[in-house]
């Protein structure tokens, strides 16, 4: 009976991936391969050729590395993605103290975003209604991570109408 032919997965984003993990957590191949219980080509050849890897040593890089299989294998991620999973690894092992400041740091950069999106649309005079509306959101959660508990929407509509 003949094979059905079938297209072979690449692996090479998943290879690029578990390289960058290795690299960024200083591992030397060398030392990951004696871990493993495998050979350093082995490896080599899956970070850099996109080696299909034997089942349990997929399984194993995954969890070593906190590397999320939904963003190779399925078209629409239903879970975190490999960023994600490494963030949520190094916060498992923080402090309290840590979390605090970790937490602190996230809501300056997401206010920093929301106020650059917000000087964006004034710039560029914003005139759809829609995009009045969704500015005006924009506004009133600068306003609320600001410490101001609404804004005036007539205000906002002349500031962003001109």
Same mark, same amino acid.
């Given at each position: 009976?003949?094979?059905?032919?079938?297209?072979?997965?690449?692996?090479?984003?998943?290879?690029?991936?578990?390289?960058? =993990?290795?690299?960024?957590?200083?591992?030397?191949?060398?030392?990951?391969?004696?871990?493993?219980?495998?050979?350093?080509?082995?490896?080599?050849?899956?970070?850099?050729? *996109?080696?299909?890897?034997?089942?349990?040593?997929?399984?194993?890089?995954?969890?070593?590395?906190?590397?999320?299989?939904?963003?190779?294998?399925?078209?629409?991620?239903?879970?975190?993605?490999?960023?994600?999973?490494?963030?949520?690894?190094?916060?498992?092992?923080?402090?309290?103290? *840590?979390?605090?400041?970790?937490?602190?740091? =996230?809501?300056?950069?997401?206010?920093?975003?929301?106020?650059?999106?917000?000087?964006?649309?004034?710039?560029?005079?914003?005139?759809?209604?829609?995009?009045?509306?969704?500015?005006?959101?924009?506004?009133?959660?600068?306003?609320?991570?600001?410490?101001?508990?609404?804004?005036?929407?007539?205000?906002?509509?002349?500031?962003?109408? *001109?």
């Amino acid at each position: 009976m003949a094979k059905r032919p079938v297209e072979k997965y690449d692996f090479k984003a998943f290879g690029e991936a578990i390289k960058a =993990a290795r690299t960024g957590r200083k591992e030397s191949r060398k030392q990951v391969s004696d871990e493993m219980y495998i050979s350093p080509r082995y490896l080599a050849n899956i970070e850099n050729k *996109g080696q299909h890897p034997s089942l349990q040593i997929f399984f194993e890089l995954m969890l070593r590395y906190n590397i999320s299989v939904d963003q190779f294998l399925l078209d629409t991620p239903t879970q975190k993605d490999t960023k994600r999973r490494q963030l949520d690894a190094l916060l498992d092992d923080m402090s309290d103290n *840590g979390i605090r400041i970790v937490t602190a740091t =996230a809501k300056e950069i997401s206010e920093v975003e929301i106020t650059k999106e917000v000087i964006y649309l004034i710039h560029n005079k914003t005139k759809s209604f829609r995009q009045i509306v969704n500015s005006i959101d924009v506004l009133e959660k600068v306003a609320q991570a600001n410490g101001f508990t609404q804004i005036d929407e007539n205000i906002a509509k002349e500031v962003l109408c *001109g």
